[in-house]
């Protein structure tokens, strides 16, 4: 720990009530560990803003930049946006500490400017964004040489902006930092910017309140198979093989299953999958309940025979697998990222190979018919889970803190 109480500044795209996924709640759950010791500041995007209620400590000035063609028309507007808003909150905060959580959809201006400042710096990594740092963006990828054609005369623009005094934006020298890894799958697929040098790097994996809540669910399994799918609507999260796999299993293995989605849906997938249903012929069988509180996710989680998660890419480390396994719940997910790293296949749960639908409905099938096996799999799940409790994940976190001090004090590599 740190002998010293810290002003802490954590830099992120999205903060609650605004949600997407668990890399927000987690970040959250940081925010409120690390404000039992230190002071802490959240700079966060204006993405839907309006309407949430003044929150203290929670800043939401940075401009959200979208994927939409337009909105790389408006980058070098933004990034210039973005560079004021930084250079304002640092000299306002004047952090001992700036910890960086998710920078995808904020202008990466920001982090770069951070480098130019001599202040400890952190990054959070629980997703591919950071290995494409900079590359991604819309405005400063634009820097780097080689863009051809229409992007060439683009490029020269954003050069243009780039001799702006509130930017000019270099990559090199490489700048020191911290870097906590969610899971040794990120940490091994992961190439560390070249703009950054490692003076320590740590391995903690991501787990909130709701998982040690959950470990007090008493199972009550529905009369009917009924599986749980639990995550936003979109297309890497796999819910087109869940809808397919539900008709095979019915088909091709006899079982006849609801399935329960869980979830952020817009409008357009929910449309596609209305669709997809009735070609199936299972819209009688699956409904949308959209994004549940912690209680409803609860009740759904009890009744539940299993938990599929079919992701189509490579899921660092989802929460919803530790979710699940400690509630008791069977899991049947892809071979993807740290899944196979949280939860092992045949010892923890069914895994199977990305995107095959034959494969997931052969494994749904021998969870629901071989109740007595899903059982004994799902209590080593719920031993396994156990060993990522609230507690341990926040001393980590605490421990990180005071580690990235002192590296940054000694300026020394650490590993």
């Known amino acids: 720990m740190t002998d010293r109480a810290l002003r802490i500044l954590v830099v992120s795209n999205i903060y609650p009530p605004v949600v997407r996924g668990g890399y927000e709640v987690e970040c959250r759950s940081a925010v409120e560990v ?4 230190h002071e802490v500041v959240v700079l966060t995007s204006d993405l839907e803003s309006e309407g949430i ?10 401009p959200w930049v979208g994927p939409r063609k337009r909105d790389s028309l408006r980058a070098p507007g933004l990034a ?12 306002e905060v004047r952090p001992d500490l700036v910890y960086v959580w998710n920078g995808a959809r904020i202008p990466q201006a920001v982090l770069r400017i951070l480098d130019r400042h001599d202040v400890p710096r952190a990054y959070r990594v629980c997703e591919h964004w950071f290995g494409e740092l900079y590359r991604s963006d819309q405005f400063m990828r634009h820097l780097y040489p080689g863009d051809r054609g229409v992007r060439a005369l683009w490029a020269r623009w954003a050069r243009l902006v780039n001799r702006r005094p509130d930017l000019r934006l270099k990559f090199t020298p490489p700048a020191p930092v911290a870097i906590s890894w969610n899971s040794e799958f990120m940490r091994s697929r992961t190439t560390v910017p070249p703009t950054f040098t490692p003076v320590l790097e740590e391995m903690s994996y991501p787990v909130t309140p709701q998982v040690g809540r959950f470990a007090a669910l008493e199972r009550r399994p529905l009369p009917d198979p009924t599986i749980a799918f639990v995550g936003r609507l979109t297309w890497e999260k796999g819910p087109e093989i869940a809808y397919r796999a ?8 006899g079982v006849r299953a609801r399935l329960v989605l869980a979830g ?10 209305a669709r997809l249903a009735g070609d199936l012929g299972i819209a009688d069988r699956v409904e949308l309940r959209g994004r549940l509180d912690r209680d409803g996710l609860g009740e759904l989680l009890q009744g539940a025979h299993a938990l599929v998660a079919p992701a189509m890419w490579e899921e660092p480390a989802p929460m919803v697998a530790l979710e699940a396994a400690v509630a008791r719940v069977p899991v049947v997910a892809s071979r993807v990222g740290g899944i196979p790293e949280l939860l092992h296949d045949g010892e923890h749960a069914l895994l199977f190979p990305m995107g095959d639908v034959d494969a997931c409905a052969t494994a749904l099938a021998e969870t629901l018919q071989q109740p007595e096996a899903a059982a004994a799999r799902a209590e080593r799940a719920f031993a396994r889970a156990r060993q990522f409790t609230f507690e341990r994940y926040a001393q980590e976190t605490r421990e990180f803190v005071a580690h990235t001090m002192e590296a940054f004090a000694e300026k020394a590599p650490r590993s």
Do not use: F
């Open 80 to 91: 210039v946006r973005g560079a004021r808003v930084i250079e304002r909150v640092l000299d």
């Open 53 to 62: 209620a003044p929150m203290v400590g929670v800043r939401r000035e940075l």
């Open 246 to 253: 539900l008709a095979a299993l019915d088909r091709d293995h």
């Open 34 to 37: 690390l404000r039992e010791e």
């Open 264 to 273: 952020d849906v817009d409008d357009e997938a929910r449309a596609s999958l």
